[in-house]
């Protein structure tokens, strides 16, 4: 169930498309990611970040893979996939229409 | 992720946690790493669990997830209530495990081919004609020269194959005094190649082995005789061994798996035909006619040439007939070929047995009925005890499949236990039935392969059955509204009107059960306890063969000798002992004409005889050892009413079969000839021959003993007898009452198995109401609470409980009679000096159906009334 304060449905697309820019990052990164970014607007807790990234990886929109870190420590890293950029452009040109008609809206009434 | 590793994940969660676990740690560390708090860090993750549950529910495949874990709850809810599981485990087991044992004698003995090449090409020769008694009966038996005949005269069409009956006899391999038994079974030589069977070891018959009457002394044994007796060792071709004072040669082992063509009889010795003694005698019946139909070739065509040659060889047989009436010769000359499948073998006891074992297949049928109603019942129950369950889990979002799928889960985990307790005992109580078929020296035996049907039966059943009991309770169970389960029960009626239907069809089912069962008892009881008009207590009965050319004298010298021996009162000798199932019959005439069309049962008997079976002398004398044969016979008292219009037969004289001439010496009372189920016989005792041509070959000595256990002399009496005269030997001892209690084998082994179903079913519908009784005052509690609080005494409350479940007590004692009226035409042929509708058997059924229910009412009822109101009331 979504948290009020929760980022409205559009924690998938902030996470594709960091993922796009800079594949092979770690929950914890993608979570830094979205805060620094974002200027500290944007957060995204670990409660809704790992069900989000095991949802898409199950949906096959990103894959995940163990590595080891250089201090020797393993970390779960995420990529896109094809289905996954194909996703991400779907997701950005509606994010796109919504806000331009939540633009238009705010300007015209 | 594919769709594998998501049933490998469903099945082992754990792996699934553990790499989730990982990651979180990971990601905690990382946070350590850049600064943050650790406890902070592990605070941000919320309920670690629900993380969690929310990945590895997105992770795995749902719905296996959720079987698993239903399964698991199943399991503790049955842990939960161990009694009542146990129960449902038993009786479902019990009868899973009767139904497939029951099965497994089916197929063996009625339905399962032969282990013959193409076994629908073989057909039967039957002839339908009437019997001595004149019933229309199925002839099997066919002469060897008339066999010749027809199969010349079919040759184009079809080939006919003979064999004879299958018959235990001795043998020996080494030295006289290692006697051995086995069954043996003449064949034609051209039996193997027909059925298109291979050796094992060695080889088996042709058409050249069986050629020429008494030259073919070769053996074929069996696969299972080869293991059993000789380990099967290859070097056992061209051992020889005696029987029948021949020499025979093992030429080699039959495949394995065959047995013979008789279902119940498994050969040990096939021989051919050839080595008969009957082969040359026209008069002889003692083979069965097997038709082996050439591909595409009329069955019709062939009966008709069969019975064209049948009627003209009867004819040519008729001519030489003497003292005949002329009803009879009709009779005889017009008999029916038949010539139906036979591509299981044909045996007596299939015939014997068929409708039996369908009997019994149709009451275990029943008692796997009332146990799935039971368990049904039992579910229903404790399916309404967690109503509230069912509706928390529903009104939390449990889907309507989710919840069919719980109830389902428990019923499936009941199921397969059950059919692992219902295996063990089909696979131990076939076998056990199978060995209580025939008398206890000569067990039947019976092929009882674990092969695909039976497992395909079991399965099938097991299933069957979990639907059956499981998914009715889950349909009740998913339909529960929870806004009025939780207020407290919506309807509570509803339900329990459905377990009192059920409660009415289990006990109608009973009560047909426990009828069918008390008049195959009765039956099987009234037939045992027939008067015989012999005494059989203590009586031994000696069967003694004598090498050829041995008189009556050196036979009465072995008598004399045994008379001496401590223990035995009195000793006779006879042709065979009474009630042996062996007969020898003729046609009766006085004043030189044929009295009647009724045949009289003859035996040859000593001096003697009449005292020491103690059948009573009522006129005349006792045989003399100067009586002979042709001129003197006793008679009894059938005999005196059937030919002497019932007139003191003593001083006059009869014939018998036309020509040989009897004076009536003394008359006797009634004693059973050959069967138990037969009227009482006009029957004859005559001495024998005592000249120098009356030589006997065997006979039977009858031994009065004195002690308690007579069979212990055996081992004495065989030594004491070749003691007396070394010419002679004991072939088998038994005690008369053995002999007479084989009479009732079958009737016995049905009563057996009768009761002990409808001792299940009896068990079953006590469990069924008890359970119904129990829920339904733990429901009414409220009710009877307030009852009890304005004023009702305690014996309204008892009528309250009990009355609803008796009236379907009664309602279903009432359609169970009624279908047991209906059942009992069917069994009638089964049945001896019972009649079918027997009012008696249907009250006691009745009855027992009520004292069951009175039992079993006797806990709840005793709950009811001591119920306290105020504690009732205050609860909810």
């Not at chain 2, 059973?672 to 005592?690: F, G, K, L, Q």
């Not at chain 2, 003691?723 to 005690?735: D, G, K, L, M, Q």
Request: glycine share 8%; net charge positive.
């Amino acid at each position: 169930m979504p948290k009020p304060d929760s980022l409205q449905g559009s924690l998938d697309l902030l996470v594709l498309k960091i993922l796009s820019r800079r594949p092979g990052l770690h929950g914890y990164a993608i979570m830094t990611a979205i805060q620094d970014i974002s200027r500290d607007v944007l957060r995204a807790d670990e409660g809704s970040i790992y069900p989000a990234l095991h949802r898409m990886e199950e949906a096959e929109w990103i894959r995940a893979k163990w590595v080891t870190k250089e201090n020797k420590k393993r970390a779960r890293v995420y990529e896109l996939t094809r289905a996954g950029e194909n996703q991400l452009a779907t997701e950005e040109s509606r994010w796109n229409a919504v806000t331009s008609a939540v633009s238009r809206v705010l300007r015209m009434a | 992720m594919s769709w594998w590793s998501r049933f490998h994940h469903a099945l082992r969660g754990h792996p699934v946690d553990r790499e989730i676990d990982e990651e979180m740690e990971s990601h905690i560390a990382e946070a350590v790493e850049r600064g943050r708090d650790a406890a902070e860090a592990r605070a941000a993750f919320g309920s670690r669990l629900r993380i969690g549950e929310e990945s590895h529910e997105i992770r795995v495949l749902p719905w296996l997830d959720s079987l698993r874990a239903d399964i698991l709850f199943g399991w503790r809810q049955l842990r939960k209530h161990k009694v009542a599981s146990a129960a449902a485990v038993l009786s479902l087991g019990l009868a899973t495990g009767a139904c497939t044992a029951a099965f497994r004698l089916i197929d063996a003995l009625l339905l399962r081919p032969m282990p013959v090449a193409e076994p629908e090409r073989l057909y039967a020769m039957f002839t339908l004609g009437y019997d001595p008694g004149g019933h229309l009966r199925l002839g099997e038996s066919n002469e060897y020269p008339q066999f010749q005949t027809m199969r010349a005269a079919v040759k184009h069409d079809a080939d006919l194959i003979a064999v004879s009956y299958g018959e235990r006899i001795e043998l020996t391999y080494s030295s006289d005094q290692e006697i051995e038994k086995a069954h043996r079974q003449f064949v034609s030589g051209w039996m193997f190649d027909s059925f298109g069977l291979t050796p094992a070891a060695g080889r088996l018959f042709t058409e050249s082995d069986d050629e020429k009457p008494h030259a073919h002394p070769y053996a074929v044994l069996s696969y299972d005789y080869w293991t059993r007796r000789f380990g099967k060792d290859p070097k056992v071709v061209g051992r020889r061994f005696r029987m029948d004072n021949d020499l025979y040669q093992i030429v080699g082992v039959a495949p394995q798996g065959f047995t013979g063509t008789e279902p119940g009889t498994m050969t040990d010795i096939f021989l051919p035909t050839m080595m008969y003694a009957g082969v040359t005698h026209d008069d002889w019946g003692w083979i069965r006619t097997f038709v082996r139909m050439k591909p595409g070739r009329s069955v019709k065509a062939v009966r008709d040439r069969l019975q064209t040659v049948f009627t003209a060889v009867q004819s040519e047989r008729a001519k030489g007939f003497v003292g005949w009436p002329q009803k009879r010769l009709e009779k005889f000359l017009h008999q029916t070929v038949l010539v139906l499948p036979a591509g299981g073998g044909i045996s007596y006891m299939r015939k014997e047995y068929s409708l039996p074992l369908e009997l019994l297949a149709v009451l275990v049928g029943l008692v796997l009925l009332i146990a799935c109603a039971n368990v049904a019942n039992l579910l229903m129950g404790q399916a309404a005890a967690r109503a509230r369950e069912m509706a928390l889990r529903v009104s939390i979002g449990a889907g309507r499949g989710g919840l069919i799928q719980l109830v389902l889960a428990e019923s499936a985990i009941l199921a397969v236990l059950a059919s692992v307790v219902g295996a063990l005992f089909a696979w131990w109580s076939a076998p056990y039935v199978v060995a209580r078929i025939n008398p206890a020296d000569d067990p039947a035996r019976l092929a009882l392969p674990v092969d695909w049907r039976l497992l395909g039966f079991g399965l099938a059943s097991t299933v069957g059955v979990t639907f059956l009991f499981g998914l009715f309770p889950a349909l009740r169970a998913s339909g529960t509204q929870p806004v009025s389960a939780l207020k407290g029960g919506e309807d509570p009626h509803a339900r329990r009107r459905l377990m009192h239907g059920t409660i009415a069809v289990q006990v109608a089912f009973c009560c047909l059960v426990l009828f069918v069962a008390g008049l195959l008892v009765t039956s099987f009881d009234r037939l045992a306890n027939q008067p015989t008009g012999f005494s059989s207590e203590r009586l031994l009965a000696v069967d003694t063969e004598a090498r050829p050319g041995q008189t009556l004298v050196f036979w009465n010298q072995v008598a004399e000798h045994l008379r001496e021996l401590p223990g035995v009162e009195r000793v006779a000798m006879a042709g065979w002992p009474l009630l042996s199932g062996i007969g020898s019959n003729g046609f009766v005439s006085v004043n030189g004409a044929v009295v009647g069309d009724r045949l009289a049962y003859f035996l040859n008997v000593s001096p003697g005889w009449l005292e020491t079976m103690k059948i009573p002398l009522i006129d005349g004398r006792d045989l003399r050892p100067d009586d002979v044969y042709p001129g003197a016979a006793i008679v009894n008292e059938a005999f005196a009413k059937e030919y002497f219009g019932g007139a003191n037969p003593v001083g006059r004289w009869f014939a018998r079969s036309g020509t040989t001439r009897l004076e009536v010496v003394g008359l006797v009372g009634n004693a059973r000839y050959r069967d138990m189920r037969e009227p009482i016989t006009p029957t004859a005792y005559v001495p024998y021959r005592s000249d120098a041509d009356g030589r006997v070959s065997h006979a039977t000595l009858l031994l009065r003993t004195a002690g308690g256990s007579p069979l212990a002399m055996a081992g004495i009496l065989r030594g004491e007898v070749a003691r007396a005269r070394p010419e002679f030997r004991v072939s088998n001892v038994r005690t008369q009452i053995d002999i007479n209690r084989s009479q009732t084998v079958r009737e016995r082994l049905l009563a057996m198995l009768a009761s002990f179903f409808a001792v299940i079913a009896l068990l079953l519908a006590g469990i069924g109401l008890y359970g119904v009784l129990d829920y339904s005052v733990l429901q009414r509690r409220r009710e009877i609470g307030i009852r009890f609080a304005v004023g009702a005494p305690p014996s309204r409350i008892v009528n309250v409980v009990i009355r609803e479940v008796f009236a379907m007590v009664a309602c279903g004692a009432v359609l169970g009679s009624g279908l047991g009226l209906l059942a009992a035409r069917y069994v009638n042929t089964l049945l001896y000096g019972v009649k079918p509708g027997e009012p008696e058997l249907l009250v006691a059924a009745a009855f027992t159906m009520f004292a069951i229910a009175a039992a079993a009412a006797i806990a709840p009822v005793a709950r009811a009334v001591r119920i306290e109101p105020l504690v009732v009331l205050k609860s909810d």
